[in-house]
């Protein structure tokens, strides 16, 4: 979809990660570029700048990586999370609610709790969500599921799913992590 100058690019999640999305849409992009001002591109060779060959972007890193193997028998008990609850919109339609914000403004905060920008962010969320808790609730742990990128820990540029998912509990009436 595209409005002005602005594009919005929707990819179901069974097809390609974030990162992989991201990998098809400059793609898209740039043959789009290149076919809608070929007269100005005539005279000049045009690159596509991914590092990835087809090979490697196909490549199923899940599998080359993935030994079956549990490092640890240490597991978390399953923690009874906070629900957000809310009213249906008619007919399933989405709702988006946006925010912008200037990078700059951003990074100064992140930089100031001296965090990345991911870990950040989680945070606010989970304290907009806390502040969303009715009283009787108030026990209950905020627990947030966040993807991975997996190819900063593997060597892999894969254009196919290549992501974990983490859960971060944190319990506001007691202060810390269950």
Do not use: W
């Not at 199923?60 to 399953?78: A, M």
């Amino acid at each position: 979809m595209y409005y002005k100058k602005r594009i919005s690019f929707e990819v179901y999640h069974a097809l390609a990660d974030g990162a992989g999305a991201l990998q098809f849409f400059k793609t898209l992009v740039f043959y789009y570029i290149t076919m809608k001002y070929e007269h100005k591109f005539r005279d000049k060779v045009t690159v596509l700048d991914i590092e990835a060959s087809k090979t490697q972007k196909m490549d199923d890193s899940f599998q080359k990586y993935y030994s079956g193997i549990k490092k640890s028998n240490v597991r978390k008990k399953g923690v009874k999370a906070f629900k957000i609850r809310g009213f249906k919109i008619p007919e399933y339609r989405l709702s988006v609610i946006e925010g912008v914000i200037p990078v700059d403004t951003i990074l100064g905060k992140v930089k100031e709790y001296g965090t990345s920008l991911t870990i950040f962010l989680a945070a606010v969320l989970m304290c907009a969500i806390n502040e969303e808790i009715p009283v009787r609730l108030k026990k209950r742990p905020v627990v947030l599921s966040i993807p991975v990128n997996l190819r900063n820990y593997y060597s892999s540029q894969t254009a196919r799913n290549f992501f974990g998912v983490i859960n971060v509990d944190y319990n506001f009436s007691t202060g810390g992590c269950d």
